[in-house]
């Protein structure tokens, strides 16, 4: 039965505290106006907003990126669009000039740009080319799940700031490491930043946690903690944010837009566990934030 979500009509309930689909909207330069407000209200309200059969080009998918800011072009620039910069292309597949670690590109829990001093707010995946199984995307609620804690906990909690930097990891021969993708000029531009382990959303004012796995979720660690209490603390809140109760998983149509928010979620690519003879071929846009405000 379709659920539709008290504070958005056409909007049916996706995962088990947030996600929805949205329906009525057909995407053309024309229609574009029209639809923005709605659309950006059921992300708000949503966190993860799916629309259905999309199959607009790459210069309507950039325009649709600005309803929701500003486009921040990722700074691989391997990753690029040719033609579209605002546009990152990403494909399972051997494409010229990239490094064959992209073709797992997101496989790990994160949160775009986490590592940056600005991070992003919306992210947004065309679906070009999909399996007909497998290359789901998973998404964890890290609003409810710091809802879910007791209340001494987040009192806690909202006292610590987190290490982040893209190209960490505690292996260097780890061959995931992210540094593996840089030049030195790249490199030279992700220098360590510290975020708040718990932020205050902008535009809604709720609270969510703001944590990553270590590698690929690219955390040093809590600032100021000795590494094994910050290893552990890490690894307890990423188990409890990404247990079952939190998370809803995305199984892709072809021409499905996906939009999420990344000041209140996770997202994890599962393209490293996909087949090479299944071809998964996206567009994406990420729009960029503002320093995240601690709660
Ligand atoms: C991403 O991490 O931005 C991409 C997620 C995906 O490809 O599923």
């Known amino acids: 039965m379709t659920q539709i979500t008290e504070d958005c009509p056409g909007v049916r309930r996706l995962g088990p505290t947030f996600g929805g689909e949205l329906s009525g909207v057909r995407l053309s330069a024309d229609t574009l106006a029209e639809h923005a407000d709605a659309i950006h209200r059921a992300f ?47 494909s399972n597949q051997d494409e010229p000039g990239r490094k064959p670690q992209a073709k797992y590109f997101g496989a790990g829990w994160h949160s775009d740009y986490s590592y940056k001093a600005v991070p992003a707010a919306a992210t947004m995946l065309l679906a070009t080319e999909v399996p007909d199984e497998g290359g789901d995307t998973l998404f964890a609620d890290m609003e409810a799940a710091f809802a879910a804690l007791p209340e001494g906990r987040k009192a806690e909690l909202r006292r610590l700031r987190v290490r982040h930097q893209y190209r960490w990891s505690p292996d260097r021969a780890d061959p995931w490491a992210r540094w593996t993708f840089l030049s030195e000029s790249e490199q030279a531009a992700t220098p360590e930043v510290v975020h708040p382990l718990v932020r205050r959303h902008p535009e809604t004012s709720r609270e969510s946690l703001m944590i990553a796995p270590r590698v690929i979720g690219s955390v040093i660690g809590i600032e100021g903690m000795e590494s094994t209490a910050s290893d552990a603390l890490i690894d307890d809140l990423m188990r409890h944010a990404v247990s079952e109760r939190f998370v809803y998983r995305h199984r892709y149509r072809p021409w499905d837009i996906v939009v999420w928010d990344n000041r209140c979620t996770l997202h994890c690519a599962t393209t490293d566990t996909l087949a090479a003879d299944k071809v998964r071929r996206m567009l994406r846009i990420t729009i960029r934030g503002l320093p995240p405000i601690p709660a």
């Not at 966190?47 to 990126?65: E, W, Y």
């Open 44 to 90: 708000l309200d949503n966190k993860v907003l799916v629309l259905r059969d999309q199959q607009i080009t790459p210069a309507l998918f950039s325009a649709f990126g600005v309803v929701f800011g500003e486009p921040d072009p990722h700074h691989v620039i391997a990753m690029r669009h040719p033609e579209q910069p605002n546009l990152t292309v990403l």
